[in-house]
Every structure is written in C-alpha cells, then in structure tokens.
C-alpha cells in the first residue's frame, strides 16, 4: 500500500531563515512525486513534479529534489507571503496519495 | 479565469438532506478526479474520469454518492442522506491524459460542506 508521510507537521521560520521540508514515500510503481502549496479555504496549487531519482526542480525561492525514498522542498531566504500549507503527494495509478502536509508560518 | 471551476464554494445542509456539487474542469482536459478534505488532512481520492469513463472508485465512495460526467465535460458529485461525517471540502481537479508530464493534476478551489 502506498504511504506518504510529511515532516514536521509544522514550522515556524523567521523571514530569512531558510529549511527544508521532507516528503517520506513508499509506492509501487512511482508515476511522479508531487509537491503542491494549498493556502487557508482554497484548492491545492501544483508547484512541481519529479519523476526519478536525482531529479530537481526549481520555482523562485523552491527548490524539489528526490530520492528513492524521500523528497525534499527546500526553502531559501522565505518571506511572509511563503505562508502556507505545502503537501506531497504521490501517483502510483491515476489517483495521487497526499501526506498531511506541513503548515509553514513565515514571520516578518 | 481558464482554471478549474467549482460550484457551490459553500454548501450548509440539515442531516439527512441531499447536496449537489459541480466541477467544470480546465477545457481540454479529458481526466476528471474528484477528492475530499477533512481539517489537517491530505486529500483523499474519491473518483477518476476520463472523458465520460467513471474508471476507478474509492472504497470512501459509499453508495450514498455518485458522480456523473455527461459528455465529458462537466462533472457533478451528489451526496444523498448526508450525515455529519460527510462535512469536508470536496476538491475536483482536472488533468490532460496521456504521459506521465501530462498528467499533472490541476485544482479547483473546492466545496466547503457543512451538515448539521
């Protein structure tokens, strides 16, 4: 059964304060490792995805990197407006299996 | 706004009641997925479209719910008798098909049900 656990549940970073945020998977037969950001009351908004191994992705102040069994989202230099609840997600079919996410709260 | 688009954003209902949601995905995308969103938890998968194909159910998927793609375009998840349990956010989201780059998986901002 595909498992994905996310760690911490929760972080709290000042503004500057750079970290990185860890994406914990077994699957059988990965179809990609999703990294998405979900702001309070609204839908899930994709950030990137990672196919294999050694794989990296960069978005601004994001950057995803993969093993073959865990992924990382660093965080370099966040803001306040970096607030919010990233989720990791895995396809091993067509559904994706998220993680509970981890809650980022950057303050100023 | 080319996006995915939900309807209602909220929904109050009395127990017992049914409920109706509705999801226009993005237009070229032929895969539709529905999922559901309870406080401090991932989203979980309900259902899979492709085009008007119901391919795939989860075993959350009571016989209380349905969902219908007429034509393969937009989607509706009905919910008869809802109970307490079922209040959560229902998100739909929409993908192209096709290769692993293609299916990436686009939300909507959700249905926030609340049964009382």
């Known amino acids: 059964e595909d498992q994905v656990t996310q760690s911490p549940e929760a972080l709290r970073l000042q503004e500057g304060e750079s970290s990185s945020l860890n994406c914990s998977y077994t699957v059988s037969g990965l179809r990609g490792l999703f990294w998405y950001r979900q702001d309070p009351g609204k839908g899930p908004e994709f950030l990137f995805t990672?196919?294999?191994a050694g794989e990296e992705k960069e978005k601004e102040r994001l950057k995803a990197t993969i093993t073959k069994k865990e992924s990382f989202l660093h965080i370099t230099a966040p803001k306040p407006e970096d607030s919010a609840t990233y989720l990791c997600?895995?396809?091993?079919?067509?559904?994706?299996?998220f993680g509970k996410g981890t809650s980022l709260l950057v303050t100023p | 706004d080319t996006g995915v688009s939900q309807n209602p954003r909220h929904k109050i209902t009395k127990r017992g009641q049914n409920v109706t949601f509705r999801c226009d995905p993005i237009s070229e995308h032929n895969r539709l997925y529905w999922y559901r969103q309870t406080l401090g938890q991932g989203p979980e998968f309900l259902t899979y479209f492709q085009n008007e194909a119901q391919l795939e159910k989860s075993r959350l998927l009571s016989d209380r719910f349905s969902a219908e793609r007429p034509k393969g375009s937009f989607s509706t998840l009905e919910i008869q008798r809802t109970e307490q349990g079922d209040s959560a956010m229902y998100l739909c989201?929409?993908?192209?098909?096709?290769?692993?780059?293609?299916?990436?998986?686009?939300f909507g901002a959700g249905t926030r049900l609340s049964v009382l």
């Open positions: 990672l196919y294999s």
């Open positions: 997600a895995v396809g091993s079919g067509y559904a994706l299996n």
């Open positions: 989201a929409s993908s192209l098909g096709g290769g692993l780059a293609k299916n990436i998986q686009y």
